[in-house]
């Protein structure tokens, strides 16, 4: 029996099984009939509608990779039993190796325990001028040394390291040291989350054409954004090829990740 | 289930999680963090099912529970004493206006928050997504009459929060 009545108000289950089964007959001519008269049911209609834009826009494209590899992490049970005993070695080599050296975390000390091409963060593209009444593909996966345009927006997607804190940094071609995460922060931000985290909110490249290269730096305390800003300092300072050239921060006690873009001309 | 079955169904049924994570959480980066965990839980039955509204059933079970425990654990923000001020006077009056306040979206968002979690979920499904009893029994997968008396539960106990609040 179907116990939705001809004029009920539309709840999400009309809106979602319409969208499911946009060829089925009965359900639209019910659900737009109703829609003309009511006002609410309308408006109702017109931000689900939004919300399933949304979806296939900018959310499916920065996350469908990401899904497949949670769930091909869950079928592995065991994987996690033998990373911990590493993890947990490391985190103690860097809790007790700070204690003995002395000087804070971000200090300039340049015992950088870095992670090369790990993934530890995963960056997407929105292209601009891309809107979200086109089909076409808006939202790339940036890669290591790929180009990108004045106006594309990014975002990040980060990846536990076993250490607590994280801040993401940038150099860019016009020589600036940039904290893009917590954007604009003082320090870095707590990460207590186990599974990938969606850093909220995206950063739009400026007009300065030239290298960019991106920091994720992981520590076991939080990290002063001035002492990340004098660690790459130098590194900003020396033009293109070292900002092409290094991977890495010295900070002391880090776990690091980095990623190079090539930001073309406006046009 | 291989990797393109998998990106098959999270492209036909992540929109529809995605807006039910968004409607619940009013958050887009947690909406979109409990629209992957809603969709690894129930992928294998969005495998299995025979209809597409049977596999709404699904994601609006797991996700509703899933984003209302995430609202639980968000909580500790008082109720706002301004959304209560202007109650009626008298407790019959308040009494009798409990039904009503529950239009008010907002406060019934608080108040369910607040419920316990065998409520929680057929509270939201009737009260803010108007479903039918029935149809709230065929999601949370319980009687008609568990959800009656579920419900009965939560209007008691919303009339004695706002008694209180407003007293």
């Known amino acids: ?267 | 289930m291989d990797p393109d079955r998998l990106t098959e169904l999270y492209r036909r049924y992540g929109p529809a999680i995605y807006a039910r994570c968004r409607t619940l959480l009013a958050d887009e980066s947690a909406a979109e963090d409990a629209t992957q965990e809603t969709f690894l839980r129930v992928q294998r039955h969005l495998d299995r099912v025979p209809s597409a509204r049977e596999a709404l059933y699904w994601i609006y079970r797991v996700a509703t529970n899933y984003c209302l425990n995430e609202l639980r654990s968000r909580r500790g923000r008082a109720l706002p004493q301004a959304d209560l001020a202007d109650l009626p006077e008298t407790t019959s009056e308040v009494i009798d206006a409990v039904e009503s306040r529950l239009a008010d979206q907002d406060l019934a968002r608080r108040l369910i928050a607040r419920a316990r979690p065998n409520v929680r979920m057929v509270a939201w499904l009737y009260h803010l997504d108007g479903f039918e009893q029935e149809e709230v029994a065929a999601i949370v997968g319980v009687s008609r009459r568990t959800v009656a008396t579920r419900l009965a539960q939560f209007s008691s106990n919303a009339r004695k929060f706002i008694r209180r609040s407003a007293a």
Request: proline share 7%.
């Open chain 1, 1 to 267: 029996m179907n116990i939705v009545e001809a004029d009920r108000h539309l709840t999400v289950l009309d809106l979602d099984e319409l969208e499911l089964e946009p060829g089925a007959p009965e359900p639209r001519g019910r659900i737009e009939a109703h829609a003309r008269r009511c006002g609410a049911c309308a408006e109702r209609r017109a931000a689900h509608a939004a919300l399933v834009a949304q979806f296939r826009v900018s959310v499916l494209p920065r996350t469908v990779e990401l899904v497949t590899a949670r769930r091909r992490d869950r079928l592995r049970p065991g994987w996690w039993a033998w990373l911990a005993v590493p993890v947990a070695a490391a985190v103690l080599l860097l809790v007790t190796g700070r204690h003995r050296t002395g000087p804070p975390v971000g200090d300039g000390a340049d015992s950088a325990l870095g992670v090369k091409g790990g993934a530890l963060f995963e960056v997407f593209a929105r292209r601009a001028g891309a809107g979200f009444d086109t089909d076409a593909p808006t939202v790339v996966r940036v890669r290591d040394g790929m180009r990108l345009s004045p106006g594309d927006a990014l975002r990040f997607v980060l990846f536990p390291s076993g250490l607590p804190y994280v801040l993401i940094a940038s150099v860019d071609g016009a020589g600036q040291v940039n904290i893009y995460y917590p954007f604009h922060g003082e320090e870095s931000a707590l990460t207590s989350r186990q599974g990938a985290i969606s850093v909220p909110g995206s950063i739009v490249l400026d007009a300065a054409p030239g290298p960019e290269r991106l920091f994720v730096i992981y520590s076991a305390r939080a990290l002063r954004a001035s002492a990340v800003r004098a660690a790459l300092a130098p590194a900003a300072a020396a033009g293109a090829p070292a900002i092409r050239g290094t991977r890495e921060a010295p900070l002391e006690g880090t776990v690091q990740s980095s990623l190079l873009f090539e930001k073309e001309e406006a046009r």
